[in-house]
Nanobody
């Protein structure tokens, strides 16, 4: 499986941006996909995750109500609409993939994901 993430860029505070992650090269009957981010000088952190099979997406508290993760099962694609962006959202955003579903608490854990995309840079600055 390969992941291709894109959609990053430079935006002003308060603006919106949409990231997309496309999965290819495998079978996709059941999987979990997530977004993580790493800000300069900080550790990578969980942002949002969704399961192909359904159920509510989960979010980090810092992005809840501002970011929306969604999926297109037909295209094996996960999108994340980011709104009301803040300078502290500046980071490299990575999409991550694992086959199968895990319990909700585990969806936030990096080690649950075996395949990672290359990252796309989001810069929020005036």
């Amino acid at each position: 499986v390969q992941l291709q993430a894109y959609g990053g860029g430079l935006v002003q505070p308060g603006c919106s941006l949409r990231l997309t992650c496309e999965a290819s090269g495998g079978t996709f009957s059941m999987y979990t996909m997530a977004w993580f981010r790493q800000a300069p000088g900080k550790e990578r952190e969980f942002v949002a995750a969704v399961r192909r099979s359904g159920g509510s997406p989960i979010y980090a508290d810092s992005v809840r109500y501002r970011f929306t993760i969604s999926k297109d099962n037909a295209k094996n694609t996960v999108m994340m609409q980011m709104g009301s962006l803040k300078p502290e959202d500046t980071a490299v955003y990575y999409c991550a993939f694992r086959y199968g579903a895990v319990v909700v608490s585990a969806m936030r854990q990096e080690e649950q994901y075996s395949i990672w995309g290359q990252g796309t840079l989001v810069t929020v600055s005036s």
